[in-house]
């Protein structure tokens, strides 16, 4: 029962960086509509998180309301398999939404980072050259055709 408890409380403080961020954002006046994803923000705080150390990771940790990247893999685990499930599957709700790491080539992933980036939030790990400016059109018809059903 300590894991449902843990995800229920590990969804609350999710909740209360979503409320923080929606707050800051619409605190500014603005002249249009305002859209934001505040799972994808939680998503990409996390994997950075996962990739830092010492001072920033203590800081991103504590802005996500949680002590260790632990416990937002275990959230991102549920998340994954209850939510986002199967994309072949046509059974219940289905969730998507781009999720991946970007590094130049000169430079390569740590393996463990790698691990939960694939393991943890089924993301893809791309190194590409930024020196020639990967192209926009490459981009979008290799990320997005791979989620397109056959």
Do not use: E
């Not at 150390?53 to 991102?76: I, M, P, V, W």
């Not at 994309?87 to 390569?108: E, H, M, Q, Y």
């Not at 939030?121 to 990320?143: G, N, P």
């Amino acid at each position: 029962m300590a894991d449902a408890t843990d995800f229920q409380q590990s969804i609350r403080d999710q909740t209360h960086v979503s409320t923080a961020l929606a707050a800051h954002l619409l605190s500014k006046k603005h002249d249009s509509n305002v859209v934001f994803s505040p799972v994808s923000i939680h998503a990409v705080l996390s994997l950075l998180a996962q990739g830092t150390t010492g001072r920033t990771r203590d800081q991103l940790l504590a802005f996500l309301k949680t002590n260790t990247t632990h416990n937002l893999h275990s959230l991102y685990s549920q998340y994954v398999s209850s939510i986002f499930g199967d994309s072949c599957s046509s059974d219940g709700p289905r969730l998507s939404f781009a999720n991946g790491v970007w590094i130049d080539k000169t430079l390569s992933f740590k393996p463990s980072f790698k691990q939960v980036v694939d393991d943890v939030y089924k993301a893809l790990c791309k190194q590409v050259d930024f020196q020639r400016k990967v192209s926009l059109t490459f981009f979008f018809f290799y990320f997005f055709g791979s989620c397109i059903r056959k």
